[in-house]
């Protein structure tokens, strides 16, 4: 199989005696997937085309001489556990789902197990004292990585980034064969994790053993005033020869240079950059620079590290919360997880943006990260779009929630994990917090607090510049009073408690009716809410308003994720069944503001009004039959739509609620007023009303102060009669990694939403892309997220496609049995 030529990465070498190309060349014909563009000398170079894969144990696959012609020929980032299990069949497995997983509820009744990647590769003209390293962002779970057949070691944190030096193994004038042996064995997550190289890897050449060290370069704002910034540098370098110096410039996006430093190499160096009227960066002006870090000899550069910086200083108190340069930000935040909906967890940059794009279109200024370090992908996009952003290491620590998980490592990996962590994300202007654990089992015994302690102090030990959270749960342990020797600095001597003791910020999850109470008990502690439910929104929302020492909020969760099934399901159950248990085929959460394609849900809607986004909203409660009842999950919501067209509830009631920033609100149906209210602080922006349906127009009106602020309408729709195909970008790039993302829609004659359709699509694909994804928002399991068919939920599905390295026009055509179909098209470039 021949792959287009990916032309998007380009490497020079500049040497002092001129510009060499060093060309990666496949090993052999017969092995030759297409690579990335030739690759010369710099850092972080792209390494993700091409690789061989195999789904399944084996040995002696770390072999260079291995035959892996027969093997899938696979470019990253990619995730195996999303792919249609091999030979699954209906009904205990659809898609990439079965009924027999051993991970149940917990990964979505997903399939881990083993694979093996290999990448035959061969770098020409290779000078002689040049060093070669190897990055992974990323690897789900456990990993071993071989070069030429030789150990270069193994990685057992699913979300840290890590290296390898390839030097001493690596055939020069040869073929070089990387091989890299990923397992996800037992049940060793909480939420679905995925399988395989899921972010993305790159390749360093660099001319010689002198280099910047690997997240080397730490910078942190010290002072900003009307018209200056100070800005610290510490540069780490290693290997170093006899005269070297080491040049740190600060440049505008429009490539100006506004500041620079240069000075003697060695070990450490730290500068000082002085930028004159600097642009700041925050959530609402995402103001980004380049910093560039260069080691010469003489003219010549050595190694180059360029990265975005934005200048900004963030503060955290208990008497006037949060600011950033001076401003007060509340937290409007929500917890993710890692996964990318019908991609699984293949960290894409595109798909890292979009969800960025969705959050900051509904109101969030800020992500957790629960409960791992995030790509490096998300966090560039919320650096660039201007989300902030809480990093969290762990989900356990000396205790493990699940048999298999990390509690099994982390005794030796800690230091490890926690350097990957902050190294590697300490420059970008969105990461305000690091978070050290979430909802950590025996955290308030001693040895609980040993490890808190431990944890927190390393993390200040690599970046000074940032308080340590973590998210806490229940109670919080006993009174306790940290020594001189073992406090935070400020907090020796005074009374504290035994899961606090050592944060600079507690974060609380669930605890609402806490926080007004220990801050009187603890007025000095920084409080925000950690995870809350969707429910509470209203009341957070409050006590963001009256309490200045509340930082925030963070969702559980911004958007959907695969994994926890039906922790948020809504269900009908008979009217003496106490509680529902979901179970397969519940692979979905379902307890995002957003759904698994982008779509707003009813709390999403709800969270609009009560942060300003919108001044009405109304949905209609799906109608419930006699002798049921609703049973609502604790992160779940009432099962309701902006719908008005319940053909089968003719002449009964419904409910219909109204969410609003008004005062007064009246209700019409076609053009006849049922109902109006006038709303108190005590109707917590909602106005509920009884309406026996009929079809035609449901109306609604809200005022304020008697001005008209808002007027929704909801139609009774007519049969299904086409289908609509819209891209959400008419022209994308060309590159591999680009993402185009097309929505599917069943729409009337007059081309409104068909809210209830649940209809069998297909879908044709022609022109220099594949689809990569294909799917609905739908909670339970229906088939694959790869095929070429699929079925609408509630009217809509979400095609995603890849390029594939091609210039070109992508034709997307969409059909459906008895419906008029559709097409668009793309242009890649």
Same mark, same amino acid.
């Given at each position: 199989?021949?792959?287009?030529?990916?032309?998007?990465?380009?490497?020079?070498?500049?040497?002092?005696?001129?510009?060499?190309?060093?060309?990666?060349?496949?090993?052999?014909? @017969?092995?030759?997937?297409?690579?990335?563009?030739?690759?010369?000398?710099?850092?972080?170079?792209?390494?993700?085309?091409?690789?061989?894969?195999?789904?399944?144990?084996?040995?002696?696959?770390?072999?260079?001489?291995?035959?892996?012609?027969?093997w899938r020929t696979v470019d990253l980032p990619h995730d195996w556990s999303i792919e249609d299990i091999?030979?699954?069949?209906?009904?205990?497995?659809?898609?990439?789902?079965?009924?027999?997983?051993?991970?149940?509820?917990?990964?979505?009744?997903?399939e881990g197990g083993e694979g093996w990647y290999r990448r035959h590769f061969r770098l020409a003209a290779l000078p002689a004292n040049a060093r070669v390293e190897i990055a992974f962002d990323g690897v789900s779970t456990l990993s071993e990585v071989w070069l030429n057949g030789h150990s270069l070691g193994s990685h057992v944190h699913a979300y840290t980034p890590f290296t390898y030096d390839l030097t001493p193994y690596l055939l020069r004038d040869g073929d070089n064969v990387l091989a890299v042996r990923v397992r996800n064995l037992g049940h060793n997550s909480r939420w679905y994790a995925g399988s395989g190289i899921y972010r993305q890897v790159k390749i360093t050449v660099l001319p010689g053993a002198a280099r910047i060290g690997r997240w080397g370069v730490g910078a942190w704002t010290r002072q900003i005033t009307d018209d200056q910034a100070l800005i610290d540098v510490t540069t780490q370098l290693e290997n170093l020869d006899p005269g070297l110096t080491l040049v740190t410039r600060l440049r505008t996006a429009q490539g100006r240079v506004v500041a620079q430093a240069s000075g003697p190499a060695n070990g450490q160096i730290q500068q000082t950059l002085a930028v004159e009227t600097?642009?700041?960066?925050?959530?609402?002006?995402?103001?980004?620079?380049?910093?560039?870090?260069?080691?010469?000899?003489?003219?010549?550069?050595?190694?180059?590290?360029?990265?975005?910086?934005?200048?900004?200083?963030v503060t955290m108190d208990a008497a006037s919360g949060m600011k950033i340069n001076g401003v007060p930000i509340k937290l409007r935040g929500?917890?993710?997880?890692?996964?990318?909906?019908?991609?699984?967890?293949?960290?894409?940059?595109?798909?890292?943006?979009?969800?960025?794009?969705?959050?900051?279109?509904?109101?969030?200024?800020?992500?957790?990260?629960?409960?791992?370090?995030?790509?490096a992908s998300l966090r560039a996009a919320c650096d660039r779009l201007g989300m902030l952003l809480i990093e969290e290491a762990f989900d356990m620590w000396h205790v493990g929630k699940v048999r298999d998980d990390y509690f099994h490592d982390i005794r030796e990996d800690w230091q490890k994990a926690l350097a990957a962590m902050v190294l590697s994300a300490r420059n970008s202007p969105s990461v305000i917090l690091w978070s050290i654990g979430n909802e950590?089992?025996?955290?308030?015994?001693?040895?609980?607090?040993?490890?808190?302690?431990?944890?927190?102090? @390393?993390?200040?030990?690599?970046?000074?510049?940032?308080?340590?959270?973590?998210?806490?749960?229940?109670?919080?342990?006993?009174?306790?009073?940290?020594?001189?020797?073992?406090?935070?600095?400020?907090?020796?001597?005074?009374?504290?408690?035994?899961?606090?003791?050592?944060?600079?910020?507690?974060?609380?999850?669930?605890?609402?009716?806490?926080? &007004?109470?220990?801050?009187?008990?603890?007025?000095?502690?920084i409080i925000y809410a950690s995870e809350t439910f969707p429910i509470d929104a209203y009341d957070y929302q409050a006590m963001v308003e009256k309490a200045p020492y509340f930082l925030g909020e963070f969702v559980w969760?911004?958007?959907?994720?695969?994994?926890?099934?039906?922790?948020?399901?809504?269900?009908?159950?008979?009217?003496?069944?106490?509680?529902?248990?979901?179970?397969?085929?519940?692979?979905?959460?379902?307890?995002?503001?957003?759904?698994?394609?982008?779509?707003?849900?009813?709390?999403?809607?709800?969270?609009?009004?009560?942060?300003?986004?919108?001044?009405?909203?109304?949905?209609?409660?799906?109608?419930?039959g006699d002798g049921f009842k609703e049973f609502i999950a604790p992160w779940g919501w009432r099962d309701e739509l902006p719908s008005w067209t319940w053909p089968e509830a003719e002449g009964k009631s419904l409910a219909v609620?109204?969410?609003?920033?008004?005062?007064?609100?009246?209700?019409?149906?076609?053009? &006849?007023?049922?109902?109006?209210?006038?709303?108190?602080?005590?109707?917590?922006m909602i106005a509920e009303f009884s309406v026996p349906y009929a079809p035609g127009v449901l109306e609604a009106v809200a005022w304020r102060q008697g001005r008209q602020i808002g007027r929704k309408r909801l139609d009774t729709v007519s049969a299904a009669?086409?289908?609509?195909?819209?891209? @959400?970008?008419?022209?994308?790039?060309?590159?591999?990694?680009?993402?185009s993302y097309i929505s599917i829609e069943v729409v009337d004659a007059q081309g409104r939403l068909i809210p209830e359709a649940d209809t069998s699509v297909r879908l044709r694909v022609e022109g220099p892309a594949d689809l990569v994804g294909f799917g609905s928002a739908n909670p339970k399991a229906v088939g694959s997220f790869q095929a070429s068919q699929t079925r609408t939920f509630h009217g809509r599905a979400l095609a995603i496609l890849r390029a594939t390295g091609a210039k070109g026009v992508v034709r997307v055509a969409v059909e459906a049995d008895g419906l008029q179909g559709h097409v668009t098209t793309i242009r890649l470039a």
């Open positions: 199989m021949t792959l287009p030529t990916d032309v998007d990465r380009r490497g020079l070498l500049m040497a002092a005696a001129g510009a060499v190309m060093l060309p990666l060349i496949p090993a052999a014909a @017969e092995a030759a997937p297409s690579a990335e563009a030739a690759i010369g000398l710099g850092r972080d170079q792209g390494f993700d085309r091409g690789w061989r894969f195999f789904r399944g144990a084996g040995e002696g696959f770390e072999a260079s001489p291995l035959d892996d012609s027969a091999p030979s699954g069949k209906a009904p205990r497995q659809l898609g990439p789902f079965s009924k027999d997983s051993k991970g149940g509820t917990a990964i979505g009744y997903t600097p642009r700041l960066w925050s959530p609402d002006a995402p103001n980004l620079y380049q910093l560039e870090t260069e080691l010469r000899r003489g003219k010549t550069v050595l190694d180059s590290v360029v990265q975005p910086f934005g200048v900004r200083i929500g917890c993710i997880h890692h996964d990318n909906g019908l991609l699984g967890a293949a960290a894409f940059a595109d798909a890292e943006e979009r969800r960025v794009r969705l959050l900051k279109a509904r109101g969030f200024n800020a992500i957790r990260s629960s409960h791992n370090p995030t790509s950590i089992p025996d955290r308030a015994t001693p040895e609980g607090m040993e490890w808190c302690w431990k944890f927190a102090n @390393e993390v200040r030990r690599l970046d000074p510049t940032r308080p340590v959270t973590a998210a806490l749960h229940g109670v919080l342990g006993a009174p306790v009073i940290a020594s001189e020797k073992t406090a935070r600095p400020g907090f020796a001597g005074k009374p504290d408690e035994a899961s606090t003791v050592f944060l600079d910020v507690a974060g609380y999850n669930y605890r609402l009716e806490d926080i &007004q109470a220990d801050h009187a008990l603890h007025p000095e502690r969760t911004a958007m959907d994720y695969l994994g926890e099934a039906g922790v948020a399901a809504t269900a009908r159950v008979k009217a003496n069944v106490p509680y529902y248990l979901a179970s397969w085929p519940w692979v979905n959460a379902w307890c995002g503001d957003i759904d698994l394609i982008g779509v707003q849900k009813p709390q999403s809607l709800s969270r609009d009004v009560i942060w300003g986004l919108s001044p009405l909203e109304v949905l209609v409660q799906r109608p419930i609620r109204l969410y609003t920033a008004g005062d007064k609100v009246e209700l019409l149906l076609n053009g &006849q007023r049922v109902g109006a209210k006038t709303l108190t602080s005590g109707d917590r009669v086409r289908l609509r195909l819209t891209a @959400e970008r008419s022209v994308g790039r060309a590159d591999r990694q680009a993402l």
